[in-house]
């Protein structure tokens, strides 16, 4: 007789290793966006080079954020089911503002559909009110932040290089950008899988395979560490070409001093956050970044309805995924259980055909030739 309480759970861990892959190729773009827009990197290096740095980040980074996700719900309240609904909500979410073309925060909607499953089980009491504070106070900071610092680095940088000639700028920020790039893929890993570890965390408590810390945090075992870096490095490199154009060319036409500008500022804010175990949306600080180098020239440079419709995206993520999440688990603890199952097989297999054949016919390439000319 199988323990199906543990098939359950390997079920539910994959699951959380696909919304890592899904948060991958959904925030691909971050990384590559620039770089791509700017023709530093054909848009397949661009993957192959951010797919590295997402798993180069296993040896620079604690395990801070994902405590801090992976306590957003009382983990005395944590079931498989919890964790099912928060993940489908999570990529319910993601897969929709991907189609979209809206880069969207997959940090925020893995957060708000745990909350919504957790609330739909519980009730509010069992949120963790200090971590969803943290969460929520830094979907304002952290862009307002890549954006100041993007804005003074493009500043300093043309004051630095006003007597140099446009050729030589070029050439030496198109190398720089490689670093640039090089770094915020560093961050995105280091953050970004911290919160699918969290997740499988919480999980492994919930169903009694882990127990809490004395100091209160939730272990996470080595194997957890390893495959969530893998599972968003494999995301990466499936790529993520409507995003792409919106972040690379849509906001802002950028130059290679410009994209080495927002990189390291964004780069700056995620290592920043992730030091200090908060849960940031890197789509929120390379759009924040993007948006302080292209006001450098003149605020008309920024394209401020693209820009609006993202924050719209950004303050629905949450509550979203939250209800998606909540219905889910109503519908997961009903005798439809087994239906809402297949349904979100289905859903995944979908998504993931969508997703290759996005990768085999990348869409860049025809936008970037009409913002060169």
């Given at each position: 007789m199988p323990d199906l309480v543990l098939l359950s759970v390997i079920a539910i861990v994959v699951l959380a290793l696909v919304f890592d892959f899904t948060n991958g190729f959904h925030d691909a773009a971050n990384s590559i966006a620039t770089v791509v827009s700017t023709r530093v990197l054909t848009p397949r290096l661009a993957v192959l080079w951010a797919a590295f740095f997402n798993f180069a980040a296993v040896v620079v980074f604690h395990?801070?954020?994902?405590?801090?996700v992976g306590k957003t719900v009382d983990p005395d309240v944590v079931s498989e089911a919890v964790v099912f609904a928060g993940l489908v909500g999570a990529i319910s979410w993601n897969l929709l503002t991907w189609w979209l073309g809206?880069?969207?925060?997959?940090s925020h909607a893995l957060i708000g559909g745990f909350a919504g499953a957790g609330v739909a089980k519980a009730g509010f009491s069992v949120l963790n009110a200090a971590s969803l504070e943290k969460t929520a106070l830094f979907i304002f900071l952290s862009p307002l932040f890549g954006m100041t610092l993007g804005f003074l680095l493009m500043l300093a940088n043309l004051w630095l290089f006003r007597r140099a000639t446009p050729a030589r700028v070029d050439g030496l920020f198109r190398r720089l950008q490689l670093l640039s790039a090089a770094a915020f893929s560093l961050g995105h890993g280091g953050n970004?899988?911290?919160?699918?570890?969290?997740?499988?965390?919480?999980?492994?408590?919930?169903?009694?395979y882990l127990e809490v810390q004395p100091n209160g945090d939730l272990p996470v075992p080595p194997w957890v560490i390893i495959a969530a870096y893998t599972a968003i490095s494999l995301g990466t490199l499936s790529g993520g070409w409507r995003i792409v154009k919106t972040l690379g060319q849509r906001i802002t036409a950028l130059k290679p001093v410009g994209g080495f500008s927002a990189e390291t500022a964004a780069a700056c804010s995620l290592y920043l956050a992730t030091f200090l175990g908060v849960p940031v949306s890197t789509t929120h600080t390379i759009t924040g970044?993007?948006?302080?180098?292209?006001?450098?020239?003149?605020l008309s440079a920024v394209r401020w309805g693209v820009a609006g419709r993202i924050v719209w995206a950004w303050v629905l993520t949450m509550p979203a995924a939250a209800v998606m999440a909540a219905v889910t688990y109503a519908i997961t603890v009903s005798p439809f259980a087994l239906a809402a199952l297949v349904l979100a097989a289905i859903a995944v297999v979908a998504a993931l055909v969508i997703a290759r054949r996005r990768t085999t016919h990348p869409e860049p390439a025809e936008p970037l030739e009409r913002v060169e000319r």
């Amino acid at each position: 007789m199988p323990d199906l309480v543990l098939l359950s759970v390997i079920a539910i861990v994959v699951l959380a290793l696909v919304f890592d892959f899904t948060n991958g190729f959904h925030d691909a773009a971050n990384s590559i966006a620039t770089v791509v827009s700017t023709r530093v990197l054909t848009p397949r290096l661009a993957v192959l080079w951010a797919a590295f740095f997402n798993f180069a980040a296993v040896v620079v980074f604690h395990t801070g954020v994902a405590n801090t996700v992976g306590k957003t719900v009382d983990p005395d309240v944590v079931s498989e089911a919890v964790v099912f609904a928060g993940l489908v909500g999570a990529i319910s979410w993601n897969l929709l503002t991907w189609w979209l073309g809206l880069p969207t925060s997959s940090s925020h909607a893995l957060i708000g559909g745990f909350a919504g499953a957790g609330v739909a089980k519980a009730g509010f009491s069992v949120l963790n009110a200090a971590s969803l504070e943290k969460t929520a106070l830094f979907i304002f900071l952290s862009p307002l932040f890549g954006m100041t610092l993007g804005f003074l680095l493009m500043l300093a940088n043309l004051w630095l290089f006003r007597r140099a000639t446009p050729a030589r700028v070029d050439g030496l920020f198109r190398r720089l950008q490689l670093l640039s790039a090089a770094a915020f893929s560093l961050g995105h890993g280091g953050n970004d899988a911290q919160k699918t570890m969290g997740i499988i965390s919480a999980l492994l408590v919930g169903a009694g395979y882990l127990e809490v810390q004395p100091n209160g945090d939730l272990p996470v075992p080595p194997w957890v560490i390893i495959a969530a870096y893998t599972a968003i490095s494999l995301g990466t490199l499936s790529g993520g070409w409507r995003i792409v154009k919106t972040l690379g060319q849509r906001i802002t036409a950028l130059k290679p001093v410009g994209g080495f500008s927002a990189e390291t500022a964004a780069a700056c804010s995620l290592y920043l956050a992730t030091f200090l175990g908060v849960p940031v949306s890197t789509t929120h600080t390379i759009t924040g970044a993007i948006v302080g180098v292209g006001a450098t020239r003149r605020l008309s440079a920024v394209r401020w309805g693209v820009a609006g419709r993202i924050v719209w995206a950004w303050v629905l993520t949450m509550p979203a995924a939250a209800v998606m999440a909540a219905v889910t688990y109503a519908i997961t603890v009903s005798p439809f259980a087994l239906a809402a199952l297949v349904l979100a097989a289905i859903a995944v297999v979908a998504a993931l055909v969508i997703a290759r054949r996005r990768t085999t016919h990348p869409e860049p390439a025809e936008p970037l030739e009409r913002v060169e000319r």
